[in-house]
Structure formats: C-alpha cells, structure tokens
C-alpha cells in the first residue's frame, strides 16, 4: 500500500530525501561538515580536529563535498600553495539539523549510559 504522506517519499529510492540520507550517511561527511562550522579552515586543520581520519579521506570526502556544492576550495597563489575549505550556503543549511543530531545522540546516549 502507498502512503499519501510526502514524507514517505524517502521510501523511494529516486526520491531526493533518500539521496540526502544516503549521501550523509557515509562516516566522514557530517564530520567534515561539522569540522567547518567554525569557519575556513586548511586541510592540516581539518585533520587534527577530526580524530582517526586518514588525510586520504579527508581529501577524497572533501572533493566529494566540494562537488555536490557543500564546500568551496580556495588555492592561495603562493609557495607553497595554501588551501583552505570554506562551507558554501548550501553546507552552512547544515548547521541546524546536524547540531540538533548531535544533541539528540548526547542527550540518549548519556541516558543509555546512565541505565547501564
């Protein structure tokens, strides 16, 4: 049976809420992402704030990222060259689901804990 609901659209898999989970899913994205909520930061940055990341994945979640329009690179023309990542609008749209994500996980996860 199909729902009427809009929401259950994500059932689809041509529906672009599906993508959406799909694509954030995956380890590093919502940690990079969150990684560059304070502000433009360098790849060296990136890196030591996100424990256990491989500066390859990094790098490969960053140019996903950048493709998709979430993050924008900067090359500075100077030697050696400075790169620095910067979210674009579209990332910065992020900032209230993740954060709210991120204090529903704290906020079971300590209650979770405290039952144990």
């Known amino acids: 049976m199909v729902s009427d609901d809009p929401a259950d659209e994500i059932l689809r898999e041509d529906s672009p809420a599906r993508q959406v989970i799909d694509l954030f899913s995956r380890k ?5 992402v ?18 256990g990341i491989s500066q390859k994945m990094l790098v490969q979640t960053l140019r996903e990222l950048e493709e998709r329009g979430f993050v924008t690179r900067t090359v500075h023309p100077v030697v050696p060259p400075r790169v620095e990542y910067t979210l674009t609008p579209l990332g910065e749209s992020l900032r209230e689901p993740v954060v709210v994500m991120c204090r529903w996980g704290n906020a079971h996860l300590a209650a979770e804990r405290a039952r144990a």
């Open 34 to 51: 969150y990684a560059l909520f304070p502000g433009t930061r360098r790849l060296s940055q990136l890196q030591r704030a996100i424990e």
């Open 28 to 32: 590093w994205l919502l940690l990079v």
